[in-house]
Each structure stands twice: as structure tokens, then as C-alpha cells.
């Protein structure tokens, strides 16, 4: 015969179960690309397409953009307009887009090398 706190224990655990396979992921994996400023177009607005070519000779990449993506100069947060700005004055910059692997979303877009 089976103890009542030992059977107790075993109905919790059971009650737990379908709870744990439905739970959301808890990590984004991130991938990144980078490019040089020139081989960059930024989206048009806060929700869009962002269209990387990584090298000479390579195909561009697209992702999605969304209100959740973040625009850096550097470490600094900055909105997209701004960051338009800033690449319109160079072309020695580096882009870095960090997006979602699964879904392709961007998660940030961190520009270096931008004048001050």
C-alpha cells in the first residue's frame, strides 16, 4: 500500500506535467550579420525590411523589423531616423543586425564607427 503524502506528491507531480509543455521558450537564439554602412538599406518606417548583403558577391539577406527592434549607435539607443542620419554621413561604418533565428525578426541594429 502506498503512503497518502507519497501518493499526494505523485498527483502533484502529475498536475505539473501539461503545464511544462505548453510554457513559452524562455531563450532567443540569435543570429548576427554584418556588413559595411553602404551594404545596409534600413527599413522605411518602424515596421519593415531591413536588406543586408554581408560581402561583395554575396546575396542580400532580408529580415523583418519590427516596433520591438532597437536602433544603437554605438551603445547608445537611438531611433531609426536617427540612425539614418548618421549613416547618410559615412560609409565606413559597420552595421550589425541581430535577428531571431527562427523567425527572422530583428532584435537590434547596432551601427559602429559613425562620426560624433
Do not use: K
Amino acid at each position: 500500500m502506498i503512503p497518502r503524502s507519497l501518493a499526494f506528491l505523485f498527483a502533484l507531480a502529475l498536475t505539473a506535467l501539461p503545464t511544462a509543455a505548453v510554457e513559452p521558450a524562455r531563450w532567443v537564439l540569435e543570429q548576427a550579420v554584418e556588413a559595411a554602412a553602404g551594404s545596409v538599406l534600413l527599413p522605411s518606417g518602424e515596421t519593415g525590411m531591413i536588406v543586408v548583403t554581408a560581402c561583395e558577391g554575396c546575396a542580400p539577406q532580408s529580415f523583418t523589423t519590427t516596433a520591438r527592434t532597437r536602433y544603437l549607435a554605438g551603445r547608445a539607443v537611438v531611433t531609426l531616423r536617427d540612425l539614418r542620419a548618421g549613416l547618410a554621413t559615412t560609409n565606413h561604418a559597420t552595421v550589425t543586425v541581430l535577428y531571431d533565428a527562427r523567425t527572422r525578426e530583428v532584435t537590434r541594429v547596432i551601427v559602429n564607427g559613425l562620426p560624433r
